[in-house]
């Protein structure tokens, strides 16, 4: 049984995941980091402007990570969400029930098959990966699946490591599975080049997806898959540029509107919100109306977070957006409430009529 609760004294300190970026930041942090090494360590040892890029099916759920800090006892490990430690504690806001369910998993023999049979070694081992199912999200095929937790990526000692050799990171008799055992996607690109072609490819793969769910098919489900997560098959400063497409439907729209206007239909869509209604229940800020600006507050940082090199290319004005944006996640937020409370009307009619 793993130990997930510390001692108050040894509270371990909260490693966050690092981000997924949009294509347009990938292609401009690769160029710069390419441009640096070619000064300072000359063509052969320069990071490469033609590379192979992996793509994985974008599962939808909740993003926990696995952190391992003593590779001689590899049943202590701490569960993290994306933006806070978790233990087991009744109402500590557990991740539709993540906690629980991976309280009985041996995570010794997780951590162990990432060495194979060789003797654990490392300072900090994390295994990254997503919490999917039936009640964990809405939308999409894997929300009928049973539970399960999906491992995508894996870190040693601040190295994220190549996962196409770490397939055998699962344990499918407690419905941990691996994502690179599931239909995997490939395209090169030529960080110099024209990418459109690529893109056009990129998009028609998401699409596929977007239509069927390979790895929902694969599980015996069938539904709309997320999206596809790309990850660049040549380290950058031991974190492998990760590029997310999701559904077809995010494109950049063509409208008669202003710069903000359109930046803000492009970069603030459905599951970015939700994602903000996510966080708000994860870290305990009630779904009220008075707590609008915690909301749009998180809407407003992860876009510009996500979105700084496409609001660049599109030069927005970086205060107009966040005013655009505040007011367009202010304005969801209430409709979601209002959504929200009819729905819990609704609700105890029918429980009313049903013991009259």
């Known amino acids: 049984m793993a130990n997930h609760n510390q001692p108050a004294s040894k509270t371990p300190a909260f490693i966050k995941y690092p981000n997924t970026w949009q294509f347009p930041a990938v292609k ?102 997503e919490f999917a199912g039936k009640d964990v999200h809405k939308g999409v095929g894997i929300a009928m699946l049973e539970r399960f937790f999906m491992v995508f990526n894996i870190c040693i000692d601040d190295l994220w490591r190549d996962m196409g050799r770490l397939s055998s990171v699962a344990l499918p008799e407690y419905r941990v599975f691996n994502i690179m055992n599931y239909k995997t996607f490939k395209v090169t690109i030529n960080l110099n080049a024209d990418t459109s072609a690529v893109e056009r490819q990129i998009m028609e793969y998401t699409q596929e997806v977007a239509n069927a769910c390979p790895v929902v098919k694969a599980l015996g489900g069938s539904g709309p898959g ?47 919100l939700e994602q903000g209604i996510e966080y708000m229940v994860e870290m305990g800020i009630p779904l009220k109306a008075e707590n609008v600006r915690s909301f749009t507050r998180w809407v407003t940082n992860d876009t510009l977070k996500e979105e700084a090199e496409q609001m660049k290319a599109v030069k927005a004005h970086p205060t107009l957006i966040c005013v655009k944006i505040g007011n367009f996640a202010g304005d969801w937020f209430s409709k979601y409430l209002q959504q929200v409370n009819a729905e819990g009307k609704h609700n105890q009619k029918q429980s009313r009529r049903a013991v009259d």
């Open 28 to 129: 401009m942090e690769a160029l710069k980091i390419r441009s640096g090494e070619l000064r300072v360590q000359g063509p052969k040892l320069a990071l490469p402007a033609k590379a192979d890029f992996r793509g994985t099916v974008k599962i939808h759920g909740a993003n926990i990570s696995l952190v391992f800090r003593d590779c001689d006892n590899l049943s202590d490990v701490t569960l993290q969400s994306r933006n806070k430690i978790m233990t087991l504690d009744p109402g500590n806001n557990d991740n539709n029930g993540a906690a629980e369910f991976l309280a009985g998993i041996p995570f010794d023999r997780l951590a162990q098959s990432v060495f194979g049979t060789a003797k654990a070694k490392f300072k900090t081992l994390i295994i990254a990966g």
């Open 226 to 272: 997320e999206g596809i997560v790309w990850t660049m098959l040549v380290p950058i400063r031991h974190h492998p540029p990760r590029a997310r497409q999701t559904t077809a439907s995010t494109s950049m729209t063509q409208q008669t509107k202003g710069v903000a206007d359109e930046f803000v239909n492009y970069a603030v869509g459905q599951r970015r």
